[in-house]
Every structure is written in structure tokens, then in C-alpha cells.
């Protein structure tokens, strides 16, 4: 019952964290009025490397949607597109934030700076292999938005917070927990992740295709709780995007694949490099 109590309201307590933090979030990007989407206009590969990552690094499903609508648009570039997802963490970063509030901040300026290197890194490949990308790439247009309090109250934080979102964050972060929990108590989990920290990288990396938030937060738990090295963390970081690809998803597959594919081997590379270094 002491177990049960504790995942419950350590669930409860990252829950609310994430609502408010999303909530937050949220209120930046609507009033704003998706003006971030207009600095990427004509711009040059460079400084879309800088902006998309530094809105891919933003927490939660904002930066990933928005940098996929501006890819399909034809406003940033694959490696851009690819970059940003590589600084994204999805909804995890709020959990992340909640969990190791004092190492968050710097683990989202590396993956900024990840984000910027891959994706100059991944434009290169796709020029030298001369991969086709963004074939379908349509015209961009900017809707205006209702931002009435009711519509506000009713879309924004019901609609997509609450049932969008909020839900599946505490459905994962209790399953997440309960399994660190268990495997603690019974199954011997220290044993196993000093004796194949390893392995996890790879795990970590795999995990990371899913493009949905939630599977990866069992990571941040493990980090967290010191079982697994830095450089585990940040390979699930990097490879994983929450869902922010699944609107790419449902407009190119191959693109998607693509982009999965090369986050996934520069996660690996990068997570070996530091792992093999002692992080």
C-alpha cells in the first residue's frame, strides 16, 4: 500500500506539473499568433537550423507540429525538419523538468545544439546522396484564430491539454513509475542496468521510433534515479520526438522514415561517443 500510495502521488504531483507548464506553453504559442512560423520565410539554411531547433527545443507537441507544418509548406529544409525533431522531446520534457528540474535546462541547450549540428549534418547527406524529399510540398498559408476566452478555455486547454494530452501523460508516467517500482523491489533492476548500461543505449534508441509520447519516459525515471547514465537519457532525447511526427506521418511515410532514420543513427552515434567517455 506504501508503494501504491507513493507512485500515485508522484504521478499526480508530475501530472499537474506538466498541465500548468502546457497550459503555459500554450498561452506563449496562441499569443503569439504563430508569428515564430513568419521569421522562417525566405530565410537561409542557417538561421532555419538555429529557429527550428530552438522551437523543436520548446516543450511539448508545439515546436514538433509547427516545424512539420512549416516543412510540408516548403519553409525549412529536411535537415531542418530533422534537426528540430532532434532537440524536440515531445511532452516528456515536461516530465523531464518535473524530475530532474536541475539538469533540464542544460540537457535542452545540448539537444539545441544537436539539433542545429544534425541538422546541418542531415541536409549534407540528402545533397550528397541526392535524396528526394518534401516532394508534395504545398503553398503556406496562416489561418487567424479565434482567441475568445471561452474558445480558449473550451479548445486550447479541454480539447487538447486535457483530452489531447493530459490524459496519456499520467496513464504513462503511472505505468512508468510502477514499472521502476516493481522491478526495483522484485525483479533486481540495479543489477541488471550496472551490469549492461550498454544495452539500454540501444533500447533507448529503438524506443525512440515509437512516435508517441509516453514509452520514453520510463528512461527519465531510470535516470532520475541514477540507474542509468547521462548518455542513455540523451539518446532516448534525441531519437524520440513524442508525437510530433505523426502529422509528417499521416502526409509522407517516406519522409517520415527517413527523418526516424537518421535521428535514430545520430542518436546512437552520439549516446556511444558520450557513453564510451564516461557520461
Given at each position: 500500500m506504501d508503494m501504491i500510495k507513493e507512485i500515485l502521488f508522484e504521478t499526480i504531483e508530475i501530472t499537474f506539473f506538466v498541465a500548468v507548464m502546457m497550459i503555459a506553453i500554450d498561452l506563449m504559442n496562441v499569443f503569439s499568433k504563430g508569428k515564430l512560423k513568419l521569421l522562417l520565410v525566405g530565410?537561409?539554411?542557417v538561421k532555419q537550423y538555429f529557429i527550428s531547433s530552438f522551437i523543436g527545443a520548446i516543450p511539448g507537441c508545439f515546436g514538433g507540429f509547427t516545424n512539420v507544418s512549416l516543412y510540408i509548406h516548403g519553409l525549412i529544409s529536411f535537415g531542418a525538419l530533422a534537426g528540430s525533431m532532434i532537440a524536440s522531446s515531445g511532452d516528456e520534457a515536461f516530465v523531464l523538468i518535473a524530475m530532474v528540474p536541475d539538469k533540464a535546462f542544460y540537457i535542452f541547450m545540448l539537444l539545441f545544439f544537436l539539433g542545429v549540428v544534425g541538422g546541418f549534418l542531415a541536409d549534407y547527406i540528402v545533397k550528397k546522396l541526392k535524396v528526394k524529399i518534401c516532394i508534395n510540398c504545398e503553398e503556406f498559408v496562416i489561418h487567424e484564430h479565434e482567441l475568445s476566452f471561452k474558445h480558449y478555455i473550451t479548445e486550447h486547454i479541454f480539447n487538447h491539454v486535457i483530452k489531447k494530452h493530459l490524459w496519456k501523460i499520467f496513464v504513462w508516467t503511472l505505468l512508468a513509475l510502477t514499472i521502476v517500482h516493481l522491478s526495483l523491489e522484485y525483479l533486481h533492476l540495479e543489477r541488471f542496468t550496472s551490469q549492461y548500461k550498454i544495452a539500454f543505449i540501444f533500447?533507448?534508441?529503438l524506443v525512440g521510433l515509437i512516435p508517441e509520447s509516453g514509452p520514453h519516459l520510463i528512461f527519465i525515471k531510470l535516470f532520475a534515479d541514477g540507474l542509468v547514465?547521462?548518455?542513455v537519457l540523451l539518446t532516448s532525447s534525441i531519437v524520440q520526438d513524442g508525437h510530433g511526427m505523426l502529422p509528417l506521418l499521416s502526409y509522407s511515410v517516406e519522409d517520415s522514415i527517413k527523418v526516424k532514420l537518421f535521428n535514430f543513427i545520430f542518436g546512437l552515434v552520439i549516446g556511444l561517443?558520450?557513453?564510451?567517455?564516461?557520461?
Open positions: 530565410s537561409n539554411k533500447i533507448a534508441a547514465p547521462f548518455s561517443t558520450l557513453f564510451f567517455a564516461g557520461f
